[in-house]
C-alpha cells in the first residue's frame, strides 16, 4: 500500500481530469459554453422539472371503461353474427367483466360457441355450459389488452404533442395504466391539458326532432336513441337533444382536419375518407331539411340542419370557436381519439423564477456546506484534513461528472442528496484517521499504521456504506421523480465518495509519507501520550 | 483556532459506560414510547402528497401574511384554505383539501382577488387516490429497505448483533416520526425520502460499533462481553462524534441557505442521525448484551473442552 503502481497514479489522475472536462460545461453559462472547442464534451446534467420550471401531469386510462366499450362492440358484434348462422340468443347480460348469453335448450351448442369465438378472437375466453354461453378476457388476453390501450393512447398523446411544438414533451408510461407527461419550460397548463385530456371522439347523428322537444330527464329513451346536451354562448342551462345512437360517421372516417374561416369565424374544416365520404353524402341526401348533432365527447358542438345533400366529403364544424380553439380541435382530430379516457391525478406546475431560485439557494447551500465541512476537517486533521477537503472537492467535482454521464435527473432533493453526501463523505476519512491513530498508538510504526490503517477500516467502510446503498437502491424502486432524483445523486455520491476517500487521499498521504522520510511522526498523534498533548510542539 | 485540533484529542474516549447502557436503553424505551404515543395522538402532519389537494405558492411582495391570508380567504369564500409563510421574501403557501372546485377555479379565483403583482410560483394538484397509493408505497419502501438492511447485518453478523441493529434502527424511525409528530412539521415525499435515508444511514453508527466489538471478541476471549462493550464504544466515539459532526453540520448549512422546500427534510435527518448516534451506544450495544446473556443462561450442548 505504501508503494503503488505508476499506473495508480495514472488512473486516479485521468479519472480526475475526465471528471473536471465532463463537469465544466454544467458549471458555465451558455454563452461560455459555445466558446468551449467543439471536441470538448458539452452536455450538462440534466435539470428536473421542480429545478427548471414545468408542467408535470400525472394522467391515468379509465380501463373499466375501456373494456365495457369493448363488451358492447363484442356484443354487438356476436349477435350480428348469430342472427346470420340463424340462431338468437334468450338474453345477453354484459357486466364489466364479461357477457353472457342464453339459449334455449334444443340450441346447437357446438355451432354456436364456434360462431361467438369466431367473433370474440384468440384472446377471449368462450365457455358453454347447458345453454349458457360466457365470453371473457382471458389473464394474457386482459393484459394484452391493457398494454394494447395503453400503447395507443401513449402513440396518440405523442402526435398530438409533437405537433403543438411544445420544446421536449416527454410522455411516458408509469406503472400500470399511468402516463407521466412532463413539460419543461412550460407555465401555463390549461392549454396543455385541454389537449391531453381530451378523448376527441367526433361523431355525426341525427336529431330526433319529436322526442327532443318533449324530452326532460324523466323520459325513458328507446334503446337506439340517446340525449346529449348542447352548450351555447349566453345558455344558462345547457340544452338538451335526443339523437339516434347510431352515428352516420365517426372520426375515424376523417382524413383531415384544419382550420379554416366561414363569415370571418374561424371554423374547423374536415374531409372524410372514401367510406366517411360515401356514408355522409348518403345520409345528407337522405335526410335534407333534418338537423344533424357533431358530437364531440359526448357533448353536442353544434346542430345544423342539412339545406343540400354533400357529396364531396367536406364539411365546416362551427360552434364559437376562437382562432386557438379551433387550431387544437383540429389537432386533435387530425391525431386520432384516444382509446381510452385519461384522467388527470396529479398535476405540478413549478415557475421557471422558483425553479431558478431552488438552483441558486441549492448552490449557495451546496458551496457554504462543502466550505463548512472542509474546514471542520482541516481544523480537525491540520494537513490530513487538507487533502481530505481536496478530495472533497473532487469528489463533487466527479459526482456531477457521474450524473452528467449517466444523464441522470438532478432535482432539488437531489440536492440534497449531494449536501448529505459531503457530510457523509468525510465519514471514510475519520474512520481511517482514526484507525491509524490508533494502530500508531499501538506500537506500529508510522508506514504500518498508515497502511493498517487504511485496512483495518475498509471492512467498516464497506458494511457502513452498505446499508446507506440498500435503503438508497430502495427509493429508487419505490419513490417517482424528485424522489428518484434523491437516490440517484446519493448513491452515486457513494460511489465517487469511496473513489476520492479511499483511494485518492491514500496517494496524497502516501507521497506526503515518502517526502517526508521515515523518522518523521503522525501528525494527527500528540507526540507524548498521556499529558494531553501539552507538548506538541 | 488551532489546526490539528484532533493530535490534542486522545485516540479512545475513556468514559464509564457501564453503568450508563441500562439507564440509556430504559431512557430510549421512554422515548420510543413517547414518540408513539404523540403518533397516536397528534400523528403525523400529512403535506398534500399525501393528503391530495391543492397548493399553490405565491408572492405578493406588498402583502403582510394576515392581509394575504384575508385575500385568499375572500378569493375562496366556500372553500376551507390555510396560508402560511414559505421562507422569507413574502412568500406564501396556499393550501386547499379536496374541494369540489378544481385547480383551475382556484387558480381563476385567486387571479381575481389578488393585486396584478403577484407571482404564483408553484402550483400542485394530487388527486386523491395517488396520496393513498403513496402512503401505501412508502410504508411498503420503509419495510423494504428495512428488511433488506436486516438481512445484510444477518448475513455480516451473529443473530444477537442483527436483531440489536434493527431495533436500533427501529428505534431512529421511530423518534424521527415521533419528533415529526410532535412539531408537526409537514410530511412530504422528502421527508419520506429523509426516514428512509434514516434507515440506512442511521445504522452505520452502529455497524462501526459491532464491526469493532467483533474484532475485540476476537482478540481478548477471556474479557467479559460488558467491559469489552465499553471498550469498543470508548474507541469508536471519537470517530461517532464527528462524523454526526460534519453530516450535521452539511444539513444545517442546506437548512439555513437551501430554501424553504428542503427544510423539513433536514430536521427530519438531524433528528435521525443524532437518534443514530445515541441508539449505537444506548441501544443497540446493551440489547445485545442482554441477548447474549439470554444465550449464554439457556443450556447448550456441553461445548468442548479447549
Known sequence: MLYPKKSTYLFCFLMVLLGLCVALPSALSASQRQSLPSWFPSQTVNLGLDLQGGVYVLLQANMEEAKQSLWQDIRSGAAAALREAGTFPLSVVGGDTGLTFTFEDKAPMEKITETIRGVAGNDYAVKADQGVVRVSLSETGEKTFEKDMMQKALDTLRVRLNETGLKEPSVQQQGKDLINVQFPGVDDPSRIKDILGRTAKLSFHLVDETLSQTYNQSVRLPASKMALSMKREGDAMPMALVLERRAMVTGEMLSSASTSFQDGLPVVAIRFNTVGAKRFGQATAENINRRFAIVLDQEIISAPVIRDAIPGGNAVISGGFTAESAGDLALLLRSGSLPVTLKIIEERTVGASLGADAIRLGQQASLIGLLVVMLIMIVLYGLFGIYVALALVINMVLLMAVLVMAQATLTLPGIAGIILTLGMAVDTNILIFERIREECLGGLSLGQSLSQGYHHAMTTIIDANMTTFISSAVLLMFGTGPIKGFATTLIFGLVTSLFTGVVLTRLMIVRWYRRQGKQVRLPILAPVQGKNGQKLA | ?306
Open chain 2, 1 to 306: 483556532m488551532t489546526l490539528n485540533l484532533i493530535s490534542r484529542l486522545p485516540v479512545h474516549t475513556q468514559f464509564r459506560l457501564r453503568p450508563l447502557f441500562w439507564p440509556g436503553l430504559a431512557l430510549s424505551g421512554v422515548a420510543v414510547a413517547l414518540s408513539i404515543v404523540a403518533l397516536f395522538i397528534w400523528g403525523l402532519a400529512f403535506g398534500i402528497d399525501f393528503t391530495g389537494g391543492v397548493q399553490i405558492e405565491l408572492q405578493t411582495p406588498h402583502h403582510t401574511i394576515d392581509q394575504a391570508r384575508a385575500l385568499a380567504e375572500k378569493a375562496l369564500p366556500e372553500t376551507p384554505v390555510s396560508l402560511q409563510a414559505f421562507g422569507e421574501n413574502h412568500v406564501w403557501l396556499l393550501k386547499t383539501a379536496q374541494t369540489t372546485l378544481n385547480q383551475d377555479q382556484i387558480l381563476a379565483a385567486l387571479t381575481e382577488t389578488f393585486p396584478k403583482d403577484t407571482v404564483i410560483r408553484r402550483v400542485d394538484y394530487v388527486g386523491p387516490s395517488v396520496g393513498d397509493d403513496l402512503k401505501q408505497k412508502g410504508v411498503i419502501a420503509v419495510v423494504v429497505s428495512m428488511i433488506a438492511i436486516m438481512f445484510y447485518i444477518w448475513v455480516r453478523f451473529e443473530w444477537p448483533f442483527g436483531v440489536s441493529a434493527l431495533v436500533a434502527l427501529i428505534h431512529d424511525v421511530i423518534i424521527t416520526l415521533g419528533f415529526l409528530s410532535l412539531v408537526q412539521e409537514e410530511f412530504s415525499l422528502s421527508t419520506l425520502a429523509a426516514i428512509l435515508t434514516i434507515a440506512g444511514y442511521s445504522i452505520n453508527d452502529t455497524v462501526v460499533v459491532f464491526d469493532r466489538l467483533r474484532e475485540f471478541l476476537k482478540k481478548h476471549q477471556r474479557e467479559p462481553l460488558i467491559s469489552l462493550a465499553e471498550k469498543t464504544c470508548n474507541h469508536v466515539m471519537i470517530r461517532s462524534c464527528f462524523t454526526g459532526v460534519t453530516t450535521i453540520a452539511a444539513l444545517i448549512c442546506l437548512y439555513i441557505w437551501g430554501g424553504a422546500a428542503l427544510q423539513g427534510f433536514c430536521l427530519a435527518m438531524i433528528v435521525g442521525i443524532l437518534a443514530g448516534a445515541y441508539s449505537s451506544i444506548f441501544v443497540a450495544t446493551p440489547l445485545m448484551l442482554l441477548l447474549e446473556r439470554y444465550i449464554q443462561r439457556t443450556p447448550k450442548a456441553p461445548a468442548s473442552v479447549v
